[in-house]
């Protein structure tokens, strides 16, 4: 059997020339049960520096199990290792406030009377902006009467917003 699933029963007796008549039928109906597939992510979100969008399709009507009431929906922050949890009623999900040119692991589960597995992780990196602080610790001395040498220490790493590749 399967769960949520309508079944009609009926039966006859058989002797050795053949089968009587059948008996009245019924139903039964077994139970919702936890889905026994992941939803599936789309694989084109849409990204910014600072929020993503991700949609997806709930698993296939035969692993569904049941009525899918929500979707649990895991971020990570990889740099920072920072878990979020997000709960949707729709196939869709717009995260904000994040980082500039931060890497987010995500993965869906639908729950109908139990929550169902993971989709596998994905992960999402939002585009760079603009560093939002200067460089630290700017200083130089005099080597000669024609030089000067600068030194300094780039921007705080969550201030940087992407990969620093020059200064001027």
Known sequence: LKPFRTYICIIAA???VGTGPFGTQFVLNTPEDAPSAPPVPSLT???????????W???????????????????????????LQYTSYTTSL???????????????AAYTV????FSTPINITTAEEVPSESP???????????SISFYWNPPPKNH?????????
Do not use: C, M
Request: zero cysteines; hydrophobic letters at 30%.
């Open 57 to 83: 399709n709930p698993p296939g009507f035969n692993d569904q199990n049941g009525v899918i009431t929500y979707y649990t929906i895991i971020i990570i922050e990889i740099e920072s290792g920072d878990i």
């Open 94 to 108: 717009s995260v904000i406030s994040l980082h500039p040119a931060y890497t987010y692991e995500y993965k869906i």
């Open 136 to 146: 630290e610790n700017f200083n130089g001395t005099i080597v000669s009467s024609y």
């Open 114 to 117: 139990g929550l169902g597995p």
């Open 160 to 168: 940087q917003n992407g990969v620093i590749i020059s200064y001027q």
């Open 14 to 16: 058989q002797t050795g």
């Open 45 to 55: 979100p849409s990204v910014t520096s600072t929020r993503f969008s991700i949609t």
